[in-house]
């Protein structure tokens, strides 16, 4: 049972990536998804959340506009593309599974994938 | 949004100390609090859930309490395994299901 990011980079203020989550071990399609970030040296943030069917989405205000969480159930892979990045987007960002109580707590962790926005 | 606060931001104490980690929510959550334990270089595990509930797997000397808007995370005999960041988190209502924002427990 393991989550694996990927895509992560050192990119431009106002450039994009795209980050990817394999999902292994459990029914993907059961789970409602969530990337949290984190900072360099700060606390842990919610950043997007999608539930099962990938209709229904969340967004952080500070990314709204800007980022796009999306799943593909049947490859069991959750993304995050992340258009016009800036510096306060440099973080730690973690694939989390919500499950548990109400499915609404991480209770599976990816190990990260680190995104610097630098020039 | 409801935002999380938590005291002290960091702590140190001594091993077999019991510790007792406080966080506040600006508006009632009921029982919907979470603790989350950060070891350094590790990413978050669950600890406690609906406020009092330990995750499977987490030891008795971990314990959680609370409801409405007061809650907090005691952790009795401590151990050097112990030392990281704790967070807590709501999960009531809509997303976003906000952290706190850490209380760093050192020995």
């Known amino acids: 049972v393991e989550l694996v990011e990927s895509g992560g980079d050192l990119v431009q203020p106002g450039g994009s990536l795209r980050l990817s989550c394999a999902a292994s071990?459990?029914?993907?399609?059961?789970?409602?998804m969530s990337w949290i970030r984190q900072a360099p040296g700060k606390g842990l943030e919610w950043v997007a959340n999608i539930k099962v069917g990938g209709n229904d989405k969340y967004y952080v205000d500070s990314v709204k506009g800007r980022f796009t969480i999306s799943r593909d159930d049947a490859k069991n892979s959750l993304f995050l593309q992340m258009n016009s990045l800036t510096v306060e987007d440099t973080a730690v960002y973690y694939c989390?599974?919500?499950?548990?109580?109400?499915?609404?707590?991480?209770?599976?962790w990816g190990k990260g994938t680190q995104v610097i926005v630098s020039s | 949004d409801i935002q999380m606060t938590q005291s002290p931001s960091s702590l140190s104490a001594s091993l077999g100390d019991r510790v007792t980690i406080t966080c506040r929510a600006s508006?009632?959550?009921?029982?919907?609090l979470a603790w989350y334990q950060q070891k350094p270089g590790e990413v978050p595990k669950l600890l406690v859930y609906?406020?009092?509930i330990l995750q499977s797997g987490v030891p008795s000397r971990f314990s959680g309490s609370g409801s409405g808007t007061d809650f907090t995370l005691s952790i009795s005999n401590l151990q050097l395994e112990d030392v990281g960041t704790y967070y807590c988190q709501r999960y009531n209502g809509v997303p976003p299901y906000s952290f706190g924002p850490g209380t760093k427990v050192e020995i």
């Open positions: 508006q009632g959550i009921t029982n919907y």
């Open positions: 989390v599974r919500l499950g548990g109580d109400l499915g609404r707590l991480g209770d599976l």
């Open positions: 609906a406020a009092s």
């Open positions: 071990g459990f029914n993907f399609d059961n789970y409602l």
